[in-house]
Protein backbone atom coordinates (compact mmCIF):
# COMPACT_ATOMS: atom_id res chain seq x y z
CA UNK A 1 0.00 0.00 0.00
CA UNK A 2 0.99 3.58 -1.14
CA UNK A 3 0.10 6.35 1.23
CA UNK A 4 -1.27 8.78 -1.09
CA UNK A 5 -1.59 12.60 0.00
CA UNK A 6 -3.43 15.67 -2.30
CA UNK A 7 -2.65 19.19 -0.56
CA UNK A 8 -5.96 21.26 -1.55
CA UNK A 9 -9.38 19.75 -1.62
CA UNK A 10 -10.66 22.36 -4.45
CA UNK A 11 -11.58 21.95 -8.18
CA UNK A 12 -8.46 20.00 -9.00
CA UNK A 13 -7.91 17.77 -5.81
CA UNK A 14 -11.71 17.07 -5.19
CA UNK A 15 -12.17 16.22 -8.69
CA UNK A 16 -8.98 13.76 -9.90
CA UNK A 17 -8.26 12.36 -6.43
CA UNK A 18 -11.28 10.52 -6.44
CA UNK A 19 -11.30 9.04 -9.34
CA UNK A 20 -7.60 7.62 -8.84
CA UNK A 21 -8.54 6.62 -5.28
CA UNK A 22 -11.96 4.81 -7.12
CA UNK A 23 -8.93 2.73 -9.95
CA UNK A 24 -6.73 2.01 -6.94
CA UNK A 25 -8.41 0.89 -4.00
CA UNK A 26 -4.77 -1.00 -2.30
CA UNK A 27 -3.67 2.13 -1.45
CA UNK A 28 -4.89 4.94 0.51
CA UNK A 29 -5.78 8.88 -0.39
CA UNK A 30 -6.21 11.32 1.69
CA UNK A 31 -6.95 14.85 0.98
CA UNK A 32 -6.24 17.77 3.08
CA UNK A 33 -7.34 21.61 2.85
CA UNK A 34 -6.49 24.74 5.25
CA UNK A 35 -9.97 25.40 4.82
CA UNK A 36 -12.02 23.60 7.31
CA UNK A 37 -15.61 24.20 6.01
CA UNK A 38 -14.56 23.22 2.81
CA UNK A 39 -13.04 19.71 4.04
CA UNK A 40 -16.45 19.38 6.22
CA UNK A 41 -18.51 19.84 3.31
CA UNK A 42 -16.19 17.04 1.23
CA UNK A 43 -17.28 14.83 4.55
CA UNK A 44 -20.84 15.80 3.72
CA UNK A 45 -23.25 14.74 1.78
CA UNK A 46 -23.41 18.50 0.12
CA UNK A 47 -19.89 18.49 -1.61
CA UNK A 48 -18.38 21.81 -2.23
CA UNK A 49 -18.19 21.33 -6.00
CA UNK A 50 -20.93 20.47 -8.42
CA UNK A 51 -19.29 18.23 -11.01
CA UNK A 52 -21.38 15.57 -12.98
CA UNK A 53 -20.83 11.64 -11.81
CA UNK A 54 -18.42 12.89 -8.77
CA UNK A 55 -21.06 12.52 -6.26
CA UNK A 56 -20.91 8.72 -7.12
CA UNK A 57 -17.28 8.25 -7.09
CA UNK A 58 -17.00 10.22 -3.41
CA UNK A 59 -19.45 7.73 -2.06
CA UNK A 60 -18.04 4.43 -3.35
CA UNK A 61 -14.44 5.69 -2.33
CA UNK A 62 -15.18 7.71 1.01
CA UNK A 63 -14.50 6.21 4.18
CA UNK A 64 -12.60 3.35 2.60
CA UNK A 65 -9.52 4.09 0.91
CA UNK A 66 -10.14 7.86 0.38
CA UNK A 67 -10.49 10.12 3.34
CA UNK A 68 -10.31 14.06 4.09
CA UNK A 69 -9.01 15.85 6.37
CA UNK A 70 -7.47 19.40 7.69
CA UNK A 71 -4.43 17.70 9.74
CA UNK A 72 -2.01 18.15 7.11
CA UNK A 73 1.21 17.77 9.14
CA UNK A 74 -0.10 14.69 10.09
CA UNK A 75 -0.75 13.54 6.44
CA UNK A 76 2.43 14.98 4.99
CA UNK A 77 4.44 12.79 8.05
CA UNK A 78 2.65 9.38 6.73
CA UNK A 79 2.56 10.18 2.85
CA UNK A 80 4.88 8.59 -0.14
CA UNK A 81 3.36 10.48 -2.85
CA UNK A 82 1.68 14.24 -2.26
CA UNK A 83 -0.18 16.04 -5.08
CA UNK A 84 0.07 19.53 -4.56
CA UNK A 85 -2.71 20.94 -6.05
CA UNK A 86 -3.32 24.54 -4.19
CA UNK A 87 -4.75 27.57 -5.97
CA UNK A 88 -2.16 29.80 -7.79
CA UNK A 89 -4.32 32.64 -8.60
CA UNK A 90 -2.43 35.80 -10.98
CA UNK A 91 -0.43 37.87 -8.82
CA UNK A 92 -1.91 41.01 -7.73
CA UNK A 93 0.81 42.93 -6.01
CA UNK A 94 4.42 43.91 -6.77
CA UNK A 95 6.57 41.84 -9.89
CA UNK A 96 4.41 40.80 -12.40
CA UNK A 97 1.19 41.86 -11.36
CA UNK A 98 -1.32 41.21 -13.27
CA UNK A 99 0.38 38.35 -15.18
CA UNK A 100 2.50 35.81 -13.04
CA UNK A 101 1.48 33.40 -11.06
CA UNK A 102 1.18 34.16 -7.60
CA UNK A 103 3.19 31.08 -5.96
CA UNK A 104 2.99 32.08 -2.43
CA UNK A 105 0.66 28.96 -1.50
CA UNK A 106 2.99 26.86 -2.88
CA UNK A 107 5.62 27.75 -1.33
CA UNK A 108 4.39 27.63 1.80
CA UNK A 109 3.15 24.09 0.77
CA UNK A 110 6.84 22.86 -0.19
CA UNK A 111 7.77 24.43 3.33
CA UNK A 112 5.18 22.66 5.28
CA UNK A 113 6.14 19.69 3.92
CA UNK A 114 10.09 20.19 4.33
CA UNK A 115 9.10 20.72 8.07
CA UNK A 116 6.95 17.61 8.49
CA UNK A 117 9.01 15.04 6.56
CA UNK A 118 10.88 12.29 8.27
CA UNK A 119 11.41 10.22 4.72
CA UNK A 120 11.79 11.10 1.35
CA UNK A 121 9.30 11.43 -0.74
CA UNK A 122 7.26 12.45 -4.73
CA UNK A 123 5.98 15.35 -5.06
CA UNK A 124 3.67 16.44 -7.97
CA UNK A 125 2.61 19.49 -9.25
CA UNK A 126 -0.91 19.55 -9.69
CA UNK A 127 -1.97 22.84 -10.18
CA UNK A 128 -0.77 25.12 -13.59
CA UNK A 129 2.20 26.58 -12.19
CA UNK A 130 4.70 28.56 -14.33
CA UNK A 131 7.48 26.85 -16.38
CA UNK A 132 10.72 25.92 -14.03
CA UNK A 133 8.80 26.22 -10.70
CA UNK A 134 9.30 22.87 -10.34
CA UNK A 135 12.87 23.44 -9.99
CA UNK A 136 12.39 26.15 -7.28
CA UNK A 137 10.54 23.60 -5.45
CA UNK A 138 13.09 20.83 -5.48
CA UNK A 139 15.26 23.87 -4.40
CA UNK A 140 13.35 24.59 -1.14
CA UNK A 141 12.70 20.54 -0.42
CA UNK A 142 16.13 19.86 -1.03
CA UNK A 143 17.74 22.03 1.49
CA UNK A 144 17.69 20.25 3.76
CA UNK A 145 20.15 19.06 6.19
CA UNK A 146 18.80 15.81 7.28
CA UNK A 147 19.36 13.54 4.69
CA UNK A 148 16.10 13.74 2.57
CA UNK A 149 15.69 13.40 -0.90
CA UNK A 150 12.38 14.69 -2.65
CA UNK A 151 11.64 13.63 -6.14
CA UNK A 152 9.46 16.54 -7.81
CA UNK A 153 7.16 15.48 -10.46
CA UNK A 154 5.06 17.94 -12.67
CA UNK A 155 1.66 15.86 -13.53
CA UNK A 156 -0.66 18.99 -15.29
CA UNK A 157 -4.46 18.23 -15.54
CA UNK A 158 -6.26 18.84 -18.62
CA UNK A 159 -9.84 18.50 -17.19
CA UNK A 160 -12.78 20.36 -18.64
CA UNK A 161 -15.10 21.45 -15.94
CA UNK A 162 -18.13 19.72 -16.33
CA UNK A 163 -16.73 16.89 -18.15
CA UNK A 164 -14.03 16.69 -15.52
CA UNK A 165 -15.00 12.61 -14.15
CA UNK A 166 -15.48 11.69 -17.52
CA UNK A 167 -12.24 13.12 -19.01
CA UNK A 168 -10.50 11.97 -16.20
CA UNK A 169 -11.67 8.46 -16.71
CA UNK A 170 -10.98 8.55 -20.45
CA UNK A 171 -8.26 10.79 -20.77
CA UNK A 172 -6.57 11.81 -24.19
CA UNK A 173 -3.53 11.68 -22.54
CA UNK A 174 -1.80 11.77 -19.41
CA UNK A 175 1.35 13.59 -19.03
CA UNK A 176 4.00 13.26 -16.39
CA UNK A 177 7.38 15.16 -16.12
CA UNK A 178 10.24 14.39 -14.79
CA UNK A 179 14.12 14.79 -14.08
CA UNK A 180 16.12 12.52 -16.31
CA UNK A 181 18.21 10.97 -13.63
CA UNK A 182 17.44 7.29 -12.02
CA UNK A 183 15.87 8.80 -8.85
CA UNK A 184 13.69 10.90 -11.20
CA UNK A 185 12.84 8.32 -13.58
CA UNK A 186 11.84 5.96 -10.76
CA UNK A 187 9.52 8.31 -9.56
CA UNK A 188 7.93 9.05 -12.75
CA UNK A 189 7.28 5.27 -13.22
CA UNK A 190 5.95 4.96 -9.71
CA UNK A 191 3.41 7.66 -11.00
CA UNK A 192 2.94 6.35 -14.47
CA UNK A 193 2.15 2.63 -12.14
CA UNK A 194 -0.83 4.53 -10.86
CA UNK A 195 -2.13 5.79 -14.05
CA UNK A 196 -1.88 2.42 -15.75
CA UNK A 197 -4.75 0.89 -13.42
CA UNK A 198 -7.13 2.49 -15.87
CA UNK A 199 -5.29 4.57 -18.66
CA UNK A 200 -3.88 2.62 -21.08
CA UNK A 201 0.44 3.03 -21.65
CA UNK A 202 0.30 4.67 -24.74
CA UNK A 203 -2.20 7.44 -23.65
CA UNK A 204 0.36 8.20 -20.70
CA UNK A 205 3.46 10.66 -21.94
CA UNK A 206 6.05 11.19 -19.98
CA UNK A 207 8.58 14.42 -20.90
CA UNK A 208 11.22 16.11 -18.94
CA UNK A 209 9.82 19.04 -16.20
CA UNK A 210 9.86 21.95 -18.15
CA UNK A 211 7.86 20.62 -21.34
CA UNK A 212 5.48 19.07 -18.97
CA UNK A 213 5.10 21.70 -17.61
CA UNK A 214 5.12 24.26 -20.47
CA UNK A 215 2.71 22.34 -22.70
CA UNK A 216 -0.48 22.55 -19.85
CA UNK A 217 0.39 26.55 -20.28
CA UNK A 218 0.96 25.67 -24.12
CA UNK A 219 -2.55 23.85 -24.76
CA UNK A 220 -4.86 26.08 -23.10
CA UNK A 221 -3.08 28.90 -25.09
CA UNK A 222 -3.80 27.16 -28.23
CA UNK A 223 -7.83 26.41 -27.17
CA UNK A 224 -8.37 30.17 -26.22
CA UNK A 225 -6.55 30.81 -29.38
CA UNK A 226 -9.16 29.34 -31.31
CA UNK A 227 -12.04 30.57 -29.49
CA UNK A 228 -10.42 34.28 -29.94
CA UNK A 229 -9.68 33.84 -33.31
CA UNK A 230 -13.76 32.49 -34.25
CA UNK A 231 -14.66 35.68 -32.39
CA UNK A 232 -12.59 38.08 -33.88
CA UNK A 233 -14.18 36.89 -37.19
CA UNK A 234 -17.71 36.73 -35.58
CA UNK A 235 -16.82 40.78 -35.38
CA UNK A 236 -16.24 40.69 -39.17
CA UNK A 237 -19.11 38.85 -39.96
CA UNK A 238 -21.60 41.45 -38.32
CA UNK A 239 -20.46 43.74 -40.66
CA UNK A 240 -21.09 42.05 -43.65
CA UNK A 241 -23.35 39.32 -44.88
CA UNK A 242 -21.37 36.19 -43.91
CA UNK A 243 -22.68 33.91 -40.71
CA UNK A 244 -20.54 32.79 -38.14
CA UNK A 245 -21.81 29.39 -38.19
CA UNK A 246 -21.37 28.82 -41.60
CA UNK A 247 -17.85 30.09 -41.86
CA UNK A 248 -16.82 27.84 -38.72
CA UNK A 249 -18.73 24.91 -40.63
CA UNK A 250 -16.42 25.59 -43.68
CA UNK A 251 -13.15 25.96 -41.95
CA UNK A 252 -13.90 23.13 -39.83
CA UNK A 253 -14.61 20.31 -42.61
CA UNK A 254 -11.00 20.75 -43.21
CA UNK A 255 -9.70 18.10 -40.93
CA UNK A 256 -6.50 19.86 -40.31
CA UNK A 257 -8.38 22.64 -38.76
CA UNK A 258 -11.31 20.77 -37.28
CA UNK A 259 -14.50 21.56 -35.70
CA UNK A 260 -14.35 21.74 -32.40
CA UNK A 261 -13.99 24.95 -30.31
CA UNK A 262 -14.80 27.32 -33.33
CA UNK A 263 -18.35 27.96 -31.27
CA UNK A 264 -18.13 32.11 -31.36
CA UNK A 265 -19.38 33.06 -28.36
CA UNK A 266 -19.57 36.31 -25.88
CA UNK A 267 -16.07 34.99 -24.99
CA UNK A 268 -14.28 32.29 -22.55
CA UNK A 269 -14.33 32.54 -19.16
CA UNK A 270 -12.97 29.58 -16.56
CA UNK A 271 -10.07 29.79 -14.10
CA UNK A 272 -7.68 28.53 -16.71
CA UNK A 273 -7.65 30.45 -19.81
CA UNK A 274 -6.57 33.82 -18.80
CA UNK A 275 -4.67 32.85 -16.04
CA UNK A 276 -2.60 30.62 -18.19
CA UNK A 277 -2.08 32.91 -20.85
CA UNK A 278 -1.03 35.59 -18.88
CA UNK A 279 1.65 33.09 -17.43
CA UNK A 280 3.06 32.69 -20.70
CA UNK A 281 3.02 36.09 -21.96
CA UNK A 282 5.27 37.13 -18.80
CA UNK A 283 7.42 33.75 -18.79
CA UNK A 284 8.00 35.51 -22.70
CA UNK A 285 8.79 38.54 -21.43
CA UNK A 286 11.07 37.16 -19.25
CA UNK A 287 13.45 35.45 -21.78
CA UNK A 288 13.29 38.38 -23.85
CA UNK A 289 10.43 37.35 -26.53
CA UNK A 290 8.69 40.17 -26.18
CA UNK A 291 7.00 39.67 -29.39
CA UNK A 292 6.38 36.21 -28.68
CA UNK A 293 4.42 37.67 -25.54
CA UNK A 294 2.47 40.50 -27.68
CA UNK A 295 1.15 37.63 -29.93
CA UNK A 296 -0.12 35.41 -27.35
CA UNK A 297 -1.66 38.40 -24.91
CA UNK A 298 -3.73 39.67 -27.93
CA UNK A 299 -5.74 35.80 -27.76
CA UNK A 300 -6.62 37.67 -24.23
CA UNK A 301 -7.07 41.35 -25.00
CA UNK A 302 -9.67 39.72 -28.36
CA UNK A 303 -11.90 38.41 -25.36
CA UNK A 304 -11.83 41.28 -23.71
CA UNK A 305 -12.76 43.03 -26.71
CA UNK A 306 -15.53 40.49 -27.54
CA UNK A 307 -17.30 41.03 -23.91
CA UNK A 308 -17.32 44.96 -23.93
CA UNK A 309 -18.15 44.77 -28.00
CA UNK A 310 -21.14 42.62 -26.77
CA UNK A 311 -22.36 45.03 -24.10
CA UNK A 312 -21.44 47.57 -26.73
CA UNK A 313 -23.85 46.46 -29.11
CA UNK A 314 -26.53 45.74 -26.71
CA UNK A 315 -26.84 49.60 -25.54
CA UNK A 316 -26.58 50.92 -29.34
CA UNK A 317 -29.50 49.04 -30.33
CA UNK A 318 -31.61 49.62 -27.74
CA UNK A 319 -31.66 53.25 -28.58
CA UNK A 320 -28.01 54.26 -26.99
CA UNK A 321 -29.43 53.96 -23.54
CA UNK A 322 -30.31 51.27 -20.89
CA UNK A 323 -30.44 53.48 -18.17
CA UNK A 324 -32.99 52.23 -15.63
CA UNK A 325 -34.02 49.73 -18.13
CA UNK A 326 -34.42 45.87 -16.77
CA UNK A 327 -31.96 43.56 -18.38
CA UNK A 328 -32.56 39.68 -17.75
CA UNK A 329 -29.20 38.34 -18.28
CA UNK A 330 -29.57 34.33 -18.58
CA UNK A 331 -26.65 32.75 -17.53
CA UNK A 332 -23.70 33.49 -14.77
CA UNK A 333 -21.85 30.61 -15.10
CA UNK A 334 -18.54 30.69 -17.42
CA UNK A 335 -19.92 27.95 -19.38
CA UNK A 336 -23.17 25.47 -19.10
CA UNK A 337 -23.42 22.62 -16.61
CA UNK A 338 -21.13 24.34 -13.59
CA UNK A 339 -21.62 26.56 -10.67
CA UNK A 340 -18.43 28.10 -11.40
CA UNK A 341 -18.36 31.71 -12.11
CA UNK A 342 -14.83 33.24 -12.07
CA UNK A 343 -13.71 34.76 -15.52
CA UNK A 344 -17.20 34.52 -16.68
CA UNK A 345 -18.32 36.89 -19.14
CA UNK A 346 -21.18 37.21 -17.92
CA UNK A 347 -19.68 38.97 -15.54
CA UNK A 348 -18.59 41.63 -17.34
CA UNK A 349 -21.39 42.38 -19.07
CA UNK A 350 -23.23 42.62 -16.30
CA UNK A 351 -20.32 45.52 -14.71
CA UNK A 352 -20.40 47.24 -18.36
CA UNK A 353 -24.35 47.23 -18.43
CA UNK A 354 -24.15 48.49 -14.54
CA UNK A 355 -22.28 51.13 -15.97
CA UNK A 356 -24.78 52.36 -18.14
CA UNK A 357 -27.23 52.29 -15.27
CA UNK A 358 -29.02 49.57 -16.17
CA UNK A 359 -31.33 47.61 -13.88
CA UNK A 360 -29.84 43.82 -13.90
CA UNK A 361 -31.87 40.56 -13.05
CA UNK A 362 -29.52 37.87 -13.14
CA UNK A 363 -30.54 34.37 -13.59
CA UNK A 364 -28.55 30.77 -13.20
CA UNK A 365 -29.30 27.21 -12.66
CA UNK A 366 -26.62 26.84 -10.72
CA UNK A 367 -24.56 29.61 -10.52
CA UNK A 368 -26.34 32.68 -8.67
CA UNK A 369 -24.68 32.01 -5.47
CA UNK A 370 -20.88 32.08 -6.67
CA UNK A 371 -22.09 35.40 -8.97
CA UNK A 372 -23.75 37.03 -6.28
CA UNK A 373 -20.40 36.49 -4.13
CA UNK A 374 -18.30 38.09 -7.47
CA UNK A 375 -20.57 40.88 -7.64
CA UNK A 376 -20.50 41.83 -4.02
CA UNK A 377 -19.17 45.37 -4.16
CA UNK A 378 -22.83 45.92 -6.66
CA UNK A 379 -24.86 43.58 -4.66
CA UNK A 380 -28.19 46.00 -4.11
CA UNK A 381 -27.96 47.53 -7.68
CA UNK A 382 -28.58 43.59 -9.02
CA UNK A 383 -31.47 41.07 -8.89
CA UNK A 384 -30.69 37.17 -8.02
CA UNK A 385 -33.88 35.22 -9.82
CA UNK A 386 -33.71 31.51 -10.25
CA UNK A 387 -36.53 31.44 -12.38
CA UNK A 388 -35.78 32.85 -16.17
CA UNK A 389 -39.75 33.90 -16.34
CA UNK A 390 -39.79 36.05 -13.30
CA UNK A 391 -35.82 37.21 -14.84
CA UNK A 392 -37.41 37.85 -17.77
CA UNK A 393 -40.83 39.46 -16.64
CA UNK A 394 -40.91 43.56 -17.46
CA UNK A 395 -37.54 43.27 -18.98
CA UNK A 396 -36.60 45.20 -22.10
CA UNK A 397 -34.14 42.74 -23.42
CA UNK A 398 -32.62 39.73 -22.43
CA UNK A 399 -28.89 38.33 -22.98
CA UNK A 400 -28.25 34.60 -23.32
CA UNK A 401 -24.46 34.88 -21.30
CA UNK A 402 -24.26 30.99 -20.68
CA UNK A 403 -25.36 27.92 -22.96
CA UNK A 404 -27.66 26.03 -20.98
CA UNK A 405 -29.46 23.58 -22.66
CA UNK A 406 -32.75 24.55 -20.75
CA UNK A 407 -32.61 28.35 -21.97
CA UNK A 408 -33.17 26.66 -25.67
CA UNK A 409 -36.38 24.99 -24.47
CA UNK A 410 -38.32 28.27 -22.31
CA UNK A 411 -41.68 29.20 -23.40
CA UNK A 412 -40.53 32.36 -25.22
CA UNK A 413 -44.03 33.43 -26.61
CA UNK A 414 -44.79 33.77 -22.96
CA UNK A 415 -41.51 35.13 -22.26
CA UNK A 416 -42.52 37.67 -24.87
CA UNK A 417 -45.84 38.73 -23.54
CA UNK A 418 -44.41 39.53 -20.49
CA UNK A 419 -41.76 41.62 -21.38
CA UNK A 420 -41.45 45.67 -21.76
CA UNK A 421 -42.15 46.36 -26.27
CA UNK A 422 -40.55 46.55 -28.29
CA UNK A 423 -38.36 43.10 -26.79
CA UNK A 424 -35.00 43.17 -27.52
CA UNK A 425 -32.66 39.31 -26.47
CA UNK A 426 -28.91 39.29 -27.57
CA UNK A 427 -27.88 35.40 -27.62
CA UNK A 428 -24.47 35.82 -26.65
CA UNK A 429 -24.22 31.70 -27.66
CA UNK A 430 -26.13 31.68 -30.12
CA UNK A 431 -28.22 28.93 -28.78
CA UNK A 432 -31.38 29.90 -29.77
CA UNK A 433 -33.68 29.80 -32.49
CA UNK A 434 -33.24 33.18 -33.90
CA UNK A 435 -36.00 32.98 -36.77
CA UNK A 436 -39.04 31.42 -34.45
CA UNK A 437 -37.95 34.24 -31.96
CA UNK A 438 -38.17 37.06 -34.77
CA UNK A 439 -41.59 35.90 -35.65
CA UNK A 440 -42.58 35.71 -32.38
CA UNK A 441 -42.17 39.33 -32.02
CA UNK A 442 -38.54 39.43 -30.61
CA UNK A 443 -35.71 41.75 -31.98
CA UNK A 444 -33.08 39.35 -32.40
CA UNK A 445 -29.12 39.80 -32.34
CA UNK A 446 -26.72 36.90 -32.06
CA UNK A 447 -23.26 36.30 -32.45
CA UNK A 448 -21.67 36.95 -35.58
CA UNK A 449 -24.95 36.85 -37.73
CA UNK A 450 -27.00 39.30 -39.41
CA UNK A 451 -29.64 40.60 -36.54
CA UNK A 452 -33.42 40.00 -36.82
CA UNK A 453 -35.45 43.43 -36.07
CA UNK A 454 -38.14 45.01 -37.25
CA UNK A 455 -36.84 48.77 -36.07
CA UNK A 456 -35.53 50.99 -38.91
CA UNK A 457 -32.36 52.31 -39.02
CA UNK A 458 -30.91 49.74 -36.09
CA UNK A 459 -30.16 46.18 -38.11
CA UNK A 460 -31.78 44.57 -41.49
CA UNK A 461 -34.57 42.64 -41.72
CA UNK A 462 -33.77 39.03 -42.90
CA UNK A 463 -35.84 36.22 -43.75
C1 LIG B 1 -10.28 24.44 -19.98
C2 LIG B 1 -9.63 23.36 -20.86
O1 LIG B 1 -10.59 22.90 -21.81
C3 LIG B 1 -9.10 22.23 -20.00
O2 LIG B 1 -8.42 21.29 -20.80
C4 LIG B 1 -8.15 22.79 -18.95
O3 LIG B 1 -7.67 21.78 -18.08
C5 LIG B 1 -8.86 23.86 -18.13
O4 LIG B 1 -9.36 24.88 -18.98
P1 LIG B 1 -12.62 24.74 -18.81
O5 LIG B 1 -12.10 26.05 -18.30
O6 LIG B 1 -13.35 23.86 -17.87
O7 LIG B 1 -11.43 23.87 -19.40
O8 LIG B 1 -13.63 25.07 -19.98
P2 LIG B 1 -13.73 24.88 -21.56
O9 LIG B 1 -14.76 23.88 -21.87
O10 LIG B 1 -12.42 24.72 -22.20
O11 LIG B 1 -14.35 26.30 -21.96
C6 LIG B 1 -13.67 27.50 -21.64
C7 LIG B 1 -14.47 28.70 -22.08
O12 LIG B 1 -14.50 28.81 -23.49
C8 LIG B 1 -15.94 28.69 -21.64
O13 LIG B 1 -16.31 29.98 -21.22
C9 LIG B 1 -16.68 28.28 -22.90
O14 LIG B 1 -18.02 28.72 -22.91
C10 LIG B 1 -15.83 28.96 -23.95
N1 LIG B 1 -15.93 28.33 -25.29
C11 LIG B 1 -15.51 27.05 -25.48
C12 LIG B 1 -16.39 29.09 -26.38
O15 LIG B 1 -16.76 30.26 -26.21
N2 LIG B 1 -16.42 28.51 -27.61
C13 LIG B 1 -16.02 27.22 -27.84
O16 LIG B 1 -16.07 26.78 -28.99
C14 LIG B 1 -15.55 26.46 -26.73
P1 LIG C 1 -8.15 24.82 -8.18
O1 LIG C 1 -9.23 25.18 -9.18
O2 LIG C 1 -6.76 25.04 -8.73
O3 LIG C 1 -8.33 23.49 -7.55
P2 LIG C 1 -9.26 26.04 -5.81
O4 LIG C 1 -9.18 27.47 -5.34
O5 LIG C 1 -10.58 25.43 -6.17
O6 LIG C 1 -8.24 25.93 -7.02
O7 LIG C 1 -8.62 25.09 -4.70
C1 LIG C 1 -7.40 25.26 -4.07
C2 LIG C 1 -7.53 24.78 -2.62
O8 LIG C 1 -6.23 24.82 -2.01
C3 LIG C 1 -8.44 25.65 -1.75
O9 LIG C 1 -9.45 24.84 -1.19
C4 LIG C 1 -7.49 26.22 -0.67
O10 LIG C 1 -8.11 26.33 0.61
C5 LIG C 1 -6.39 25.17 -0.65
N1 LIG C 1 -5.11 25.66 -0.10
C6 LIG C 1 -4.45 26.80 -0.38
N2 LIG C 1 -3.29 26.86 0.32
C7 LIG C 1 -3.21 25.73 1.07
C8 LIG C 1 -2.26 25.20 2.00
N3 LIG C 1 -1.14 25.85 2.30
N4 LIG C 1 -2.53 24.00 2.57
C9 LIG C 1 -3.67 23.34 2.27
N5 LIG C 1 -4.60 23.77 1.41
C10 LIG C 1 -4.38 24.96 0.80
Not at 125 to 153: C, H, Q
Not at 321 to 326: E, F, I, L, M, Y
Not at 431 to 442: N, T
Request: with cysteine; net charge negative; glycine share 6%.
Amino acid sequence: MTNILCIGAGYVGGSTMPVIASHCPEHRFVIVDINESRIAAWQSDQLPIYEPGLEEIVHQTRGKNLFFSTEINRHIAEADIIFVSVNTPTKTFGQGAGRAADLQFWEKTARQILENSTSSKIVVEKSTLPVRTAEAMERILNSNGNGLYFDVLSNPEFLAEGTAIRDMQNPNRVLIGGRQTESGRKAVEKLVELYAHWVPRDRIITTNLWSSELSKLVANAFLAQRISSINSISALCEKTEANISEVANAIGRDERIGHRFLQASVGFGGSCFKKDILNLVYLCEHYGLPEVARYWEQVVLMNEFQERRFAANMVASMFNTVAGKRIALFGAAFKANTSDTRESPALAVCRALLEEKAQIVMTDPYALENACQDLEDLESRITYEPDPYAAAKNAHAIAILTEWPQYAELDYERIYSSMVKPAFIFDGRNLLDHRKLFEIGFNVYPIGKPARTRLVNHGTETD
